[in-house]
Antibody, heavy 116, light 113 residues
Framework: QVQLVQSGAEVKKPGASVKVSCKASGYTFTSYDINWVRQTTGQGLEWMGWMNPSSGNTGYAQRFQGRVTMTRNTSISTAYMELTSLTSEDAAVYYC?????????WGQGTLVTVSS | DIVMTQSPDSLAVSLGERATINCKSSQSVLYSSNNKNYLAWYQQKPGQPPKLLIYWASTRESGVPDRFSGSGSGTDFTLTISSLLAEDVAVYYCHQFYTTPWTFGQGTKVEIE
């Protein structure tokens, strides 16, 4: 079955960067875009951007432009999301999600804590 | 950006009763060329990722119980749980995938009365 498995929780200091991985299985990795969505504690869902695993093309939400980079390694069916210059406001659960048009499969989430 | 506004923010419903959640988008999410509304509903329980319930505004995802239904078009949408079960306690989100940036409603918390 389609599965997205994300890397484990991270603790980062303000100003640092974090890179989260998302390993896909059960389908052809290059078939569907990978989206990244984050959820701050007690808050709602915020879309960060998308990546086409086949071409490597990306599109980022304006508020993350310049701070986020989405990449992939097709040989191991894994997508990555790197966020730089972390502040306390970046503390959140980060999800990867995929699907043909809408996202019907989500990773389990990666908790990123930002603390000095 | 398309703003998605849900109402109410929370509601308490008795077991077996109907729960209705509304979602309004700041602009239409109906794509005229295929007559599809680019609107989905998700259920999220604590510690879990969102689970897709409904897409194209009214198509139930495989495996989702038929007590869940979606309706609406253009800018106004509704998620209905026809007969609430204890397992339906969760936060529900509407989501537009019509255009980037994709956006979500603020969520509606459903509890048992």
């Amino acid at each position: 079955q389609v599965q997205l498995v994300q890397s484990g929780a991270e603790v980062k200091k303000p100003g640092a960067s974090v890179k989260v991985s998302c390993k896909a299985s059960g389908y052809t990795f290059t078939s569907y875009d990978i989206n990244w969505v984050r959820q701050t504690t007690g808050q709602g869902l915020e879309w960060m951007g998308w990546m086409n695993p086949s071409s490597g093309n990306t599109g980022y939400a304006q508020r993350f432009q310049g701070r986020v980079t989405m990449t992939r390694n097709t040989s191991i069916s894994t997508a990555y999301m790197e966020l730089t210059s972390l502040t306390s406001e970046d503390a959140a659960v980060y999800y990867c999600a995929t699907g043909e048009s809408y996202c019907d499969r989500w990773g389990q989430g990666t908790l990123v804590t930002v603390s000095s | 950006d398309i703003v998605m506004t849900q109402s109410p923010d929370s509601l308490a419903v008795s077991l077996g009763e109907r729960a209705t959640i509304n979602c309004k988008s700041s602009q239409s999410v109906l794509y005229s060329s295929n007559n599809k509304n680019y609107l989905a509903w998700y259920q999220q329980k604590p510690g879990q990722p969102p689970k897709l319930l409904i897409y194209w505004a009214s198509t139930r995802e495989s495996g989702v119980p038929d007590r869940f239904s979606g309706s609406g078009s253009g800018t106004d949408f509704t998620l209905t749980i026809s007969s609430l079960l204890a397992e339906d306690v969760a936060v529900y989100y509407c989501h537009q995938f019509y255009t980037t940036p994709w956006t979500f409603g603020q969520g509606t918390k459903v509890e048992i009365e």
